[in-house]
């Protein structure tokens, strides 16, 4: 999918889906500020090969919201939380984060695979653990499947065989 692409589909459902995976932005407010950074970041020409949301906002804003962007050669992690005024609790900032990894420098540390069902397996439950310059990255969570996985994995090894 082109950036354009992906742009557009973002600011048009706050989601973008390849039908195995979900990237989605909880409310306009945050879609805005989130597709802002990544036109103004992403090369005009890239391409984003699959993603993967592996963090999102708890109740009330905690936590934060964790992409990783599979480019043409390089990984994007983006994460966004919400920082609140220490006196009143409220709101008052939202912070990006991107950090880009060539695809050549990420390590597959980990496949699980988990097949069910018997004489008629199917793939039940999956998981990827990247290494990034030391770092582990876990690739699972409630909007990408299990195939997902395996497909975002795919990305990222034909991403490194360019």
Known sequence: ????????????????????????????????????????????????????ETASFGPEWTGQLSWLLVLRDHLLALTALVERDPGTQEAKAFKIKQVTYPL???????????????????LNKARVVLKLEGREIEISGKRITPKGIGLFLRAVLEGQSR
């Not at 990237?23 to 879609?31: K, N, Q, Y």
């Not at 050549?104 to 397996?121: M, Q, W």
Request: proline share 3%; hydrophobic share 40%; with cysteine.
């Open 1 to 52: 999918m082109t950036k354009i692409e992906f742009l557009e589909n973002l600011r048009r459902g706050q989601a973008v889906s390849f039908g195995e995976s979900v990237l989605e932005a909880p409310t306009d407010v945050v879609c805005k500020p989130l597709v802002d950074s990544l036109e103004t970041t992403l090369h005009q020409e890239e391409m984003v090969r699959f993603w993967a």
């Open 104 to 122: 050549n420098r990420v390590a597959c540390e980990t496949i699980d695979l988990d097949y069910r069902g018997g004489f008629n397996l199917h």
